[in-house]
């Protein structure tokens, strides 16, 4: 258990405990004041029910290796090691900025996701620090929003933190405590597979964050099992898919950042921070436009083609372009041969032909309607279902689209859920969640519910 209230109070070292400021799966981090100094440190404290489990013990070792091996000023520093009632303890720098999962959850609530600038900004020391921490061996293995922290509010002044998963050359490897090493929303697939890693390891995650701050969500979601195996085996959506318009140079360069073989990623992270910022200097040359037939952007994702290809309809002597125009060429005189006649009645009924069959292709494979909003809820958002004057509303197998896909069940009003997915259907956002209370043996209470329908909790 933690430290009390009554506890609080106590010396650990030089420091003096102040107050809680964080949490983990295996320690508490306190703030506390160094007696002589002044100065705040950040105490994490491991839980007294694993002071004895070896593996948090080696993780506490490690972590303090690797500080000790890296100096660099994105990195936070150690000041020092203690032992509280037989549990280890370290002293870190203080680091008061707040972390870049608070800094993503403002900007969701704000604009829905942060600007290219601003991601640049923060990702430039972070970078910098990843490369150094490689250089010397380092692979850090658990980057995530909450493990990049502020030493301030400017964006610039990003650190990178918490390396007790770190893999260090020439160390023993660390068994896994808790079966998996990593966060599963930005794990490599390496990783995922339990495979050794290095560098470009870090590099997936790396871009994982930078996609979930451009884009609002993370690459993937869903359950943790789901998510690591989307990791190994699926492409990540494009983010036009999701409703967000990036340029497609920025997601090219996320693409690569998220290639499912280390080989086919960025070497390193500056190489990574170089091309994200000349793909976000990009633009498209002035008055150069093309009339094109959309192709669906999830399918091209999947693919890994482009979204939409200039399309040419040809039927014999006429042409059905991608704008409709047609070419017909003028009837010769009634006196012409009966053959020629039938001929033109039946170029003209494969004109007609034609003309369907692309209003079908443009119908059925054109991106979905973007809805004028911003979507109101991410990835994991914990919710409440809101059906004002009326008792419950339908939970269906898919969002509707062209075609209905069915009711799965009911959610009733005021039963909790959270997030698992999110999409656009027919102008609307819709929201994949799971509510335990209506699961039986013929369905597991998961399925999408309009955004209208939900609120937070």
Same mark, same amino acid.
């Given at each position: 258990?933690?430290?009390?209230?009554?506890?609080?109070?106590?010396?650990?070292?030089?420091?003096?405990?102040?107050?809680?400021?964080?949490?983990?799966?295996?320690?508490?981090?306190?703030?506390?004041?160094?007696?002589?100094?002044?100065?705040?440190?950040?105490?994490?404290?491991?839980?007294?029910?694993? #002071? %004895?489990? &070896?593996? *948090? @013990? $080696? /993780?506490?070792?490690?972590?303090?290796?690797?500080?000790? !091996?890296?100096?660099?000023? =994105?990195?936070?520093?150690?000041?020092?090691?203690?032992?509280?009632?037989?549990?280890?303890?370290?002293?870190?720098?203080?680091?008061?900025?707040?972390?870049?999962?608070?800094?993503?959850?403002?900007?969701?609530?704000?604009?829905?996701?942060?600007?290219?600038?601003?991601?640049?900004?923060?990702?430039?020391?972070?970078?910098?620090?990843?490369?150094? #921490? %490689?250089? &010397?061996? *380092? @692979? $850090? /293995?658990?980057?995530?929003?909450?493990?990049?922290?502020? !030493?301030?509010?400017?964006? =610039?002044?990003?650190?990178?933190?918490?390396?007790?998963?770190?893999?260090?050359?020439?160390?023993?490897?660390?068994?896994?405590?808790?079966?998996?090493?990593?966060?599963?929303?930005?794990?490599?697939?390496?990783?995922?597979?339990?495979?050794?890693?290095?560098?470009?390891?870090?590099?997936?995650?790396?871009?994982?964050?930078?996609?979930?701050?451009?884009?609002?969500?993370?690459?993937?979601?869903?359950?943790?099992?789901?998510?690591?195996?989307?990791?190994?085996?699926?492409?990540?959506?494009?983010?036009?898919?999701?409703?967000?318009?990036?340029?497609?140079?920025?997601?090219?360069?996320?693409?690569?950042?998220?290639?499912?073989?280390?080989?086919?990623?960025?070497?390193?992270?500056?190489?990574?921070?170089?091309?994200?910022?000349?793909?976000?200097?990009?633009?498209?040359?002035?008055?150069?436009?093309?009339?094109?037939?959309?192709?669906?952007?999830?399918?091209?994702?999947?693919?890994?083609?482009?979204?939409?290809?200039?399309?040419?309809?040809?039927?014999?002597?006429?042409?059905?372009?991608?704008?409709?125009?047609?070419?017909?060429?003028?009837?010769?005189?009634?006196?012409?041969?009966?053959?020629?006649?039938?001929?033109?009645?039946?170029?003209?009924?494969?004109?007609?032909?034609?003309?369907?069959?692309?209003?079908?292709?443009?119908?059925?494979?054109?991106?979905?309607?973007?809805?004028?909003?911003?979507?109101?809820?991410?990835?994991?958002?914990?919710?409440?279902?809101?059906?004002?004057?009326?008792?419950?509303?339908?939970?269906?197998?898919?969002?509707?689209?062209?075609?209905?896909?069915?009711?799965?069940?009911?959610?009733?009003?005021?039963?909790?859920?959270?997030?698992?997915?999110?999409?656009?259907?027919?102008?609307?956002?819709?929201?994949?969640?799971?509510?335990?209370?209506?699961?039986?043996?013929?369905?597991?209470?998961?399925?999408?519910?309009?955004?209208?329908?939900?609120?937070?909790?």
């Amino acid at each position: 258990m933690a430290l009390s209230s009554q506890e609080l109070d106590v010396q650990i070292g030089p420091y003096r405990i102040a107050n809680l400021i964080g949490r983990g799966s295996m320690s508490d981090v306190f703030r506390g004041i160094h007696t002589l100094t002044g100065q705040p440190a950040a105490v994490k404290i491991m839980f007294p029910h694993l #002071a %004895h489990n &070896l593996d *948090v @013990v $080696h /993780r506490f070792e490690r972590e303090v290796e690797a500080m000790r !091996r890296l100096d660099h000023p =994105a990195i936070s520093r150690l000041f020092g090691t203690y032992e509280h009632d037989g549990r280890r303890c370290l002293a870190l720098e203080f680091l008061a900025g707040g972390t870049l999962e608070e800094h993503l959850k403002a900007a969701r609530e704000d604009d829905g996701r942060m600007s290219v600038g601003h991601v640049l900004t923060w990702l430039a020391p972070i970078a910098d620090a990843l490369d150094v #921490a %490689h250089k &010397l061996g *380092v @692979v $850090h /293995r658990d980057l995530k929003p909450a493990n990049i922290l502020f !030493r301030s509010g400017d964006l =610039a002044s990003a650190v990178l933190t918490d390396f007790g998963l770190a893999q260090v050359s020439d160390s023993s490897r660390l068994s896994h405590y808790g079966g998996l090493v990593g966060t599963p929303a930005y794990i490599s697939p390496e990783q995922a597979r339990g495979l050794d890693c290095d560098g470009r390891s870090d590099i997936y995650a790396l871009t994982a964050i930078v996609y979930e701050a451009l884009v609002g969500q993370p690459p993937f979601g869903g359950a943790t099992m789901s998510v690591v195996m989307k990791h190994i085996s699926e492409p990540p959506p494009l983010p036009r898919a999701l409703g967000v318009d990036l340029p497609a140079a920025v997601e090219q360069v996320l693409l690569k950042g998220l290639a499912k073989e280390p080989g086919d990623r960025y070497p390193t992270a500056s190489l990574f921070l170089r091309a994200l910022r000349a793909a976000a200097d990009q633009r498209d040359p002035a008055g150069q436009t093309e009339t094109t037939v959309p192709v669906s952007a999830q399918s091209g994702a999947a693919r890994g083609e482009a979204t939409s290809t200039p399309r040419r309809l040809w039927v014999g002597s006429r042409t059905a372009s991608s704008s409709g125009a047609q070419s017909v060429e003028a009837p010769s005189p009634s006196d012409e041969p009966s053959g020629r006649t039938k001929l033109l009645a039946l170029s003209g009924l494969a004109v007609v032909l034609a003309v369907l069959v692309w209003w079908a292709w443009t119908e059925f494979s054109k991106p979905p309607e973007m809805p004028a909003s911003a979507p109101r809820f991410s990835v994991g958002s914990n919710v409440i279902v809101s059906v004002p004057n009326e008792a419950s509303t339908s939970v269906t197998r898919g969002c509707p689209g062209v075609v209905w896909t069915g009711v799965l069940g009911l959610a009733t009003d005021g039963q909790r859920t959270r997030v698992l997915d999110r999409q656009v259907c027919s102008g609307n956002w819709w929201y994949l969640v799971r509510i335990s209370e209506r699961a039986t043996e013929d369905w597991d209470g998961t399925g999408w519910i309009d955004g209208r329908f939900l609120r937070s909790r």
